[in-house]
């Protein structure tokens, strides 16, 4: 059950990604270099038929789908899932868009084959609930695909994260220093895989399922 605080923090970053989705993908223009290569390789992972993806944005990853599944994307904020739904409208693909809280996902226990999320837990008022979440949607022999940049180990460098925080949060709606790897395992899911992509320590593709 989502706590009152992590409700009001939900509508500021409801408001904050509402106000900056009409440049959203502008912002992005430069660091999305470097993902489109990490997009395509977490996609090229995931099985469905049955795919979740949660915080799809304006519909950044789309074009890397794999064929064959049918993908049902949730998003916190209009403006966001208004422009990923111009981008469905474009393909003619099984896609399903949603309004949604990743904190209390509208699906029954155990019905995805994937669950993916790509730098969204940066976002999410209560990343704990929201990969538990995760977790109780897909099913136990399915698999949670995330691609997140989180605070740097090094601690210089994770101490200059936690500096300049606010204002990046205040800016972008995305906290830089969450400990993601650390909340994927405070929420009872198994990580089978990290791996460092590049940017020192701070970009991560992770790999979880369920315990049972
Ligand atoms: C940085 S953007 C990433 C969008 C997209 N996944 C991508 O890779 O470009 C973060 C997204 O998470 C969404 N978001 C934030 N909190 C959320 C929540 N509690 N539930 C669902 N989506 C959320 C925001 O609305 C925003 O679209």
Redesign the pocket.
């Known amino acids: 059950m989502a706590k009152t605080s992590d409700n009001q923090q939900?509508t500021i970053?409801?408001d904050r990604?509402q106000r900056i989705s009409p440049i959203y993908d502008w912002m992005?223009i430069l660091p999305e270099r470097k993902y489109i290569s990490w997009r395509e390789r977490l996609w090229s992972l995931v099985r469905g038929p049955e795919v979740l993806e949660?915080?799809?944005?304006?519909g950044?990853?789309l074009a890397f789908y794999p064929e064959g599944v049918r993908v049902t994307g949730?998003?916190?904020?209009p403006g966001?899932l208004e422009r990923a739904r111009n981008r469905v409208a474009m393909l003619n693909r099984d896609i399903t868009l949603l309004l949604?809280?990743?904190?209390n996902l509208e699906f029954p226990n155990s019905y995805f084959d994937s669950v993916v999320?790509?730098?969204?837990f940066?976002?999410?008022?209560d990343p704990v609930q929201?990969l538990k979440e995760l977790g109780r949607v897909v099913n136990p022999a399915g698999r949670i695909f995330l691609l997140e940049h989180v605070r740097s180990a090094k601690p210089i460098v994770g101490k200059i994260m936690d500096i300049l925080n606010p204002a990046m949060v205040r800016v972008t709606?995305?906290n830089i220093n969450r400990r993601t790897v650390e909340n994927v395992r405070l929420s009872g899911l198994l990580i089978e895989h990290v791996e460092d992509l590049g940017v020192g320590d701070i970009y991560k593709l992770i790999i979880a399922r369920r315990e049972d």
Not at 74 to 77: A, I, K, M
Not at 122 to 125: F, G, M, N, T
Request: glycine residues 16%; charged residues 20%; hydrophobic residues 30%.
């Open positions: 939900t970053t409801r990604y992005e949660v915080g799809v944005g304006t950044k990853n949730v998003d916190l904020t966001m949604g809280d990743a904190r999320a790509t730098y969204v940066c976002s999410v008022s929201g709606g995305a």
